[in-house]
């Protein structure tokens, strides 16, 4: 009757070390940039999609290098309505049977989205910017961030006790934006450009104004400000996303936020993980616990 216990006490403990491994928050990037940008957040088992730049055929295959396909996908969380944010959720709603979730105007703006192919019909799904709301056990709150887009939405996600935020194509600082970092535990935050780069780049000069409006795109130094002065000991990785090709490189990027950083005595690698993610190339597949990341999943 001892060992039956002693049995049934290891048995009770594998199946909770399995589920906790089952239920683990993993992060990655499929793509980051102006030729496309999606992200997936979610367990080994099922997830979602942060916007759809990328094509489906694209999507499927990074799902599949970690094991999963479309019937893992809970949903598609959209930041705003320009292409490389949009480009595949007409085939992800109306052909995969996704749903397609964001506010009603951004809705309106993916209705008038040329590169939107397939129409959103069936497959599409609102909510009200600011309001709290549940999918697939994880919260999500949404706030505002200036771009020249129809409107633009940053994601706070709390599941499993951390929270998980993302803001990309930030025109211009606002508090909001300011107070999210300040509660994160894992960021993706904008590092579009280096502004000499740009200035002395290749860009015709309506572009160049047009990126550093305030609705344009957050340039490394920005980025670096922000985090310098919105760091606490509870934020523990952060990605920067959406570098321009001609006009950045990660190297730069992550350097020059580094600098910020070093600043206020935060260390990276040490203190804080920091990555520039590739624009097209996917990222690895990375575990978000109550830790530093210090390696990365196999994909």
């Not at 990655?28 to 979602?48: D, E, K, Q, V």
């Not at 996704?98 to 506010?103: G, K, M, N, V």
Request: glycine letters at 6%.
């Amino acid at each position: 009757m001892k060992n039956l216990h002693i049995s049934k006490f290891f048995c009770n403990f594998a199946r909770f070390f399995d589920s906790m491994e089952e239920n683990g928050l993993i992060f990655r990037c499929f793509a980051s940039g102006s030729s496309g940008n999606c992200y997936y957040l979610g367990t080994r088992h099922r997830g979602i999609l942060i916007d759809a730049g990328i094509s489906a055929r694209q999507i499927q295959k990074c799902l599949r290098e970690m094991g999963l396909d479309f019937q893992n996908i809970m949903g598609v969380l959209v930041t705003h309505d320009h292409a490389d944010h949009i480009r595949a959720v007409g085939t992800l709603g109306e052909r995969v049977h996704l749903p397609i979730y964001t506010t009603a105007e951004i809705h309106e703006g993916i209705d008038r989205n040329y590169g939107v192919r397939e129409k959103l019909r069936t497959s599409r799904r609102y909510f009200e910017r600011g309001v709290e709301w549940e999918l697939f056990g994880m919260r999500i709150n949404t706030f505002h961030i200036e771009h020249d887009s129809t409107d633009c939405l940053g994601y706070c996600i709390d599941f499993l006790n951390q929270r998980f935020v993302l803001m990309t194509d930030c025109g211009s600082v606002n508090e909001e934006m300011e107070a999210y970092i300040r509660t994160a535990n894992h960021l993706v935050i904008e590092a579009n450009h280096d502004e000499h780069m740009l200035l002395n780049g290749p860009y015709p000069t309506y572009l160049k104004e047009r990126i550093l409006s305030p609705r344009g795109h957050q340039s490394n130094d920005v980025c670096g400000e922000l985090l310098e002065r919105n760091w606490h000991p509870d934020l523990r990785n952060v990605w920067l996303c959406h570098l321009s090709l001609e006009n950045n490189d990660p190297e730069v990027a992550y350097h020059t936020v580094a600098s910020y950083l070093e600043e206020i005595e935060i260390i990276p690698g040490q203190d804080i993980f920091l990555k520039a993610l590739e624009r097209t190339t996917p990222s690895p597949v990375y575990s978000l616990n109550d830790k530093m990341i210090v390696e990365t999943l196999d994909r």
